[in-house]
């Protein structure tokens, strides 16, 4: 498979064309807004923490199909997830998509299709950029302005 | 009779021989991605010809010293030098004087210049400064600064969706209190070529100073500064494939008197007492501290360059490239050309269906297409134009007819991965 192939694989591309939870939630406890200045990407994350478990979440933006997919594919991967698991989760994606992982780490499960942005550097940004962006809206909740 | 038999319209030749220019290209004759590279991206910057390349190196090797105060034989060489890319500037943009050409670090530089003296000098509260929403945000940034220190408001002529400016509505925006206009030349972002000499007179039939931001003109355009009667034009060395570091603010030397100062120290002063400082004339005194010497003499090499080529040559070589692009990427299903203005040079934006310019960016780039994906620098006239983004391809005098087409089988790829999109 060429690079690019790699890159672009359908599932991301079906991500890309029919993002999932697509949209903001009216009943987020924990919101944030993530831009890359650079290249105008733009998502917002909202997200319903239900004690540690992230009970719903949705994301909106604008973005080319890297960002977009990466977004759609973590809201569906951080779905019924314990929070608590982000951290660690980011860490092992930005493993991925940076190329330093010499074990794939399974749990990331479809997240694995990303594996193919670490022969992009540029394009490193792209994919992470809502992984920031929810990681801003978790952090917020020290603030208990929201959580139930 | 024999001659009866020739064609009464013999084919053109082609303004350009390309093939032999981009030899003068070392960059050129490299690869990307294992495919020669097929670099369109001359909007951003253009690649160095070797006889710039090999100027500053010469001057380096043998005429460096610094200038305008060494009692020595290089120094004094060494200023002539310099000098003496002044006063091809000011052949190059047919200024009056030559000192009429004040040497900065690039049309950022210059349009601060201008911003920090002669806007921060006459602005008083509930003044305006009038731009055009097709501006860089270079062209932008430093009116709005100097509006919100002083009082001022920063007003905008508008574009048709086609990407022309609204002439009637600049007009119009011109008002008793409008005390600069700052207009691009030509778009960085579609390539739009703006009247400027008519927007000049207009405004100067109110006696306001007109600004022309050049970076995106001097490259493919003869600029003729008393032509176009502005009070002011900048533009970038690294832009007329001159090394990055230089640049050039034009003014009328009556405007520049009357300015004051924009950095101090060195170099710009005649006397300085802890009670008092006098300044150089101009254009010296505008010339803080040690210039990029160097720079200068590459610029000087780019518009010898530039001179022996031809900008005629360019200009009809590069309108025929852009012809041709818009006509082959318009052909490609999905694609659409942003910015349709009647008269363009250098840059074609367009967007891709389904796929956003960053990707169509990477696709291309496999291919050892280098083209720009992005707001250009100028987020204001993406949001009048309801785009987040555009890919752009810019061209150059080194660009081949063949490099568009390549440009269009990567994005007829483009459309391959990304088209099956059911919209």
Not at chain 2, 70 to 84: I, K, N, P, V
């Amino acid at each position: 498979m060429s690079e690019l192939m790699e890159l672009y694989q359908e599932v991301i591309l079906d991500h890309t064309r029919k993002p999932r939870n697509f949209g903001s939630l009216d009943s987020a406890t924990h919101r944030a807004e993530g831009h890359n200045p650079l290249c105008g990407d733009q998502v917002s994350v909202s997200l319903r923490l239900e004690g540690d478990v992230v009970r719903d979440i949705r994301f909106q933006g604008k973005g080319c199909a890297i960002a977009t997919a990466s977004a759609s594919m973590m809201t569906e991967f951080l779905k019924g997830r314990r929070a608590g698991l982000l951290p660690e989760a980011f860490r092992r994606f930005q493993d991925l998509v940076t190329g330093k992982t010499i074990e794939p780490p399974e749990d990331l499960g479809k997240l694995m299709a990303f594996a193919g942005v670490s022969a992009f550097p540029v394009r490193v940004k792209c994919a992470t950029l809502a992984w920031h962006t929810v990681k801003a809206a978790l952090e917020n909740s020290q603030q208990p302005v929201t959580t139930e | 009779m024999r001659r009866a038999t020739i064609p009464s319209v013999q084919p053109a030749a082609p303004p350009l021989d390309v093939d032999r220019l981009r030899r003068d290209f070392p960059i050129l004759c490299g690869r990307t991605a294992g495919k020669p590279l097929v670099y369109l991206d001359s909007a951003a910057s253009t690649q160095k010809p070797a006889p710039v390349i090999e100027a500053m190196n010469a001057f380096y090797r043998e005429g460096y010293s610094n200038i305008h105060r060494g009692l020595y034989a290089l120094s004094q060489e060494a200023t002539e030098a310099y000098e003496e890319v002044r006063c091809k500037v000011q052949r190059f943009i047919n200024a009056r004087e030559s000192r009429e050409v004040v040497f900065v670090r690039g049309t950022t530089e210059a349009i601060n210049l201008v911003a920090g003296t002669l806007a921060r000098q006459r602005l008083e509260p509930g003044d305006e400064i009038l731009v055009s929403t097709l501006e860089h945000h270079s062209n932008i940034v430093p009116w709005q600064r100097i509006c919100e220190e002083r009082g001022g408001t920063l007003r905008v002529a508008p574009i048709f969706d086609n990407g022309e400016l609204d002439l009637a509505s600049y007009e119009r925006a011109l008002g008793p209190r409008t005390r600069l206009v700052a207009i691009a030349h030509v778009s960085n972002a579609l390539g739009t070529v703006n009247p400027v000499a008519e927007m000049v007179r207009t405004a100067h039939r109110r006696e306001v100073p007109v600004l022309v931001d050049g970076a995106q003109a001097a490259p493919h355009l003869q600029v003729d500064v008393q032509a176009l009667d502005c009070d002011f034009y900048a533009f970038s060395g690294h832009k007329v494939y001159g090394p990055t570091g230089v640049g050039v603010l034009y003014g009328k030397a009556g405007l520049l008197e009357a300015m004051p100062p924009y950095q101090s120290g060195g170099e710009m002063i005649l006397s300085v007492s802890f009670e008092r400082t006098s300044y150089k004339e101009i254009p010296y005194r505008f010339e803080a501290g040690t210039p990029d010497i160097v720079g200068v003499i590459g610029l000087g090499a780019a518009l010898d360059y530039l001179g022996a080529v031809g900008l005629e040559n360019i200009a009809a070589h590069e309108g025929e490239l852009l012809s041709h692009a818009t006509e082959a990427l318009a052909s490609v299903p999905g694609v659409r050309i942003v910015g349709r203005a009647g008269r363009r040079a250098g840059v074609l934006s367009f967007v891709v269906e389904g796929a956003h310019p960053h990707d169509v960016g990477t696709i291309l780039d496999q291919e050892g297409i280098a083209i720009r994906g992005g707001h250009h620098c100028a987020q204001p006239l993406m949001e009048r134009l309801g785009l987040p983004a555009t890919s752009r391809a810019s061209f150059g005098l080194y660009n081949s007819h063949a490099e568009v087409d390549r440009l269009a089988d990567g994005v007829r790829k483009v459309r391959e991965i990304f088209g099956s999109c059911p919209s």
